[in-house]
Each structure stands twice: as C-alpha cells, then as structure tokens.
Nanobody, 120 residues
Framework: QVQLVESGGGLVQPGGSLILSCAASGSISSINAMGWYRQAPGKERNLVATITRGSTTNYADSVKGRFTISRDNAKNTVYLQMHNLKPEDTAVYSC??????????????WGQGTQVTVSS
C-alpha cells in the first residue's frame, strides 16, 4: 500500500527553524510532483510549496524567502525547510504527491499531517 508519512513537526519559538520531511513508501513505480499544504484551526487548507520531479519549485507568497522545498528522488522524500517562523505559520502541515503505483494509474496521495506550533 502506498503511503506518505510526514515527520519533523513540533513546537518552535518565533524566529526559529524547523525541517519537515515526507517519505513515500510502498509499491511505487514513479512519483511526479510533490507539495506541502497547511491548515490552521478554523481555516481552509492552503498550498505552501510545490516541487516537480525535475525540482522546479513554486511557493506561496506568505512563505517565499523563508521556506525552501526540496526532494530526494532516490529516497522518495520531500522536505520543507522553514526559517524565521512566525506565529501565523502555526498549522497542520500535510504533504501530497502524484504517485503511480506499480501496475496502476497515477493519482494524488496525501499524508496525514504533522503539527507545527510557533509560540510566543
């Protein structure tokens, strides 16, 4: 069974840094684009950053210059480096990926999310 599992969330001070990772596992043929999303309490889920298989990146304006998305294709893992964190960055962060399982068609998979709390 194909899965995406996030890790690295936690409590951090304003101005601090945190690195999230999301690893895909299972019977995978290939992985195309991957991304990070976040959802704060009482708000809708919003895109944070995306990265293509060839490592072309895209960022939400709110995180540009502070966050960096990257991937290791050999490890089927996407990362989100977060710097100069602000209280408004507090949210559940989830990763997704377009994954083609072996013998199946490509579709979007989601991880279950990891909590990031930036406290003052």
């Amino acid at each position: 069974q194909v899965q995406l599992v996030e890790s690295g969330g936690g409590l951090v001070q304003p101005g601090g840094s945190l690195i999230l990772s999301c690893a895909a596992s299972g019977s995978i043929s290939s992985i195309n684009a991957m991304g990070w999303y976040r959802q704060a309490p009482g708000k809708e889920r919003n895109l944070v950053a995306t990265i293509t298989r060839g490592s072309t990146t895209n960022y939400a304006d709110s995180v540009k210059g502070r966050f960096t998305i990257s991937r290791d294709n050999a490890k089927n893992t996407v990362y989100l480096q977060m710097h100069n964190l602000k209280p408004e960055d507090t949210a559940v962060y989830s990763c997704n990926a377009m994954i083609r399982p072996k013998n199946l068609y490509e579709r979007l998979y989601w991880g279950q999310g990891t909590q990031v709390t930036v406290s003052s």
